[in-house]
């Protein structure tokens, strides 16, 4: 069974940089797509981008684009998003899915989540 | 980007109670709406991919039709299991946009 797996909750203060990683279960994620999805406190599902783990071709959605990182270790199967200057408005759970088909159209297998706290 | 609308934003529903769920996009996305479920505390699950296709091991009281524009999410029998928020997702044109979600409780 494939799973992902997220690293863990994250406190950090406004100005720092942080980097969370999605790690896959299977060698076969080597050819999926991996999208991150932010979801604010008490609000919807935002998507943020999506990564290729065999090549690391990378999509963004302009809303977070040069905001955010995504990139990926194919050799073990993780991918990660990172962030150079965090802001209070990054507070939010952030989740790591699959693209069940040839390009992360649909998101079949999720990650636990990764809840991240900016505050000074 | 592609807007997604949801109605209702929520709704109260008795068990057993036929449910729809509307999801409408903002240009022509042919069939590629996915449907997700989440839970509180959890993160979300594919029910319906390519609009009317069920995930395996979703329940067949779900089911997902339209396309283009227009596309519902009929629970046949709403059933206890079924509180949670209800998100549409356009995966037609990059970046591939939810909708606002729909909040399903029991009467």
């Known amino acids: 069974e494939v799973q992902l797996v997220q690293s863990g909750a994250e406190v950090k203060k406004p100005g720092e940089s942080l980097k969370i990683s999605c790690r896959g279960s299977s060698y076969s994620l080597d050819t999926s797509w991996i999208a991150w999805v932010r979801q604010m406190p008490g609000k919807g599902l935002e998507w943020m981008g999506i990564i290729y783990l065999g090549d690391s071709d990378t999509r963004y959605s302009p809303s977070f684009q040069g905001q955010v990182t995504i990139s990926a270790d194919k050799s073990i199967t993780t991918a990660y998003l990172h962030w150079s200057n965090l802001k209070a408005s990054d507070t939010a759970m952030y989740y790591c899915a699959r693209g069940r088909d040839g390009f992360g159209r649909a998101l079949d297998i999720w990650g636990q989540g990764t809840m991240v706290t900016v505050s000074s | 980007d592609i807007q997604m609308t949801q109605s209702p934003s929520s709704l109260s529903a008795s068990v057993g109670d036929r449910v729809t769920i509307t999801c409408q996009a903002s240009?022509?996305?042919?069939?590629?709406l996915n449907w997700y479920q989440q839970k509180p505390g959890e993160a979300p699950n594919l029910l319906i991919y390519d609009a009317s296709h069920l995930e395996i091991g979703v329940p067949s009281r779900f089911r997902g039709s339209g396309s283009g524009t227009n596309f519902n999410l009929i629970i046949s029998s709403l059933q206890p299991e079924d509180v949670a928020t209800y998100y549409c997702q356009q995966s037609d044109h990059l970046p591939f946009t939810f909708g606002p979600g729909t909040k399903v409780d029991i009467k």
């Open positions: 240009q022509d996305i042919t069939d590629y």
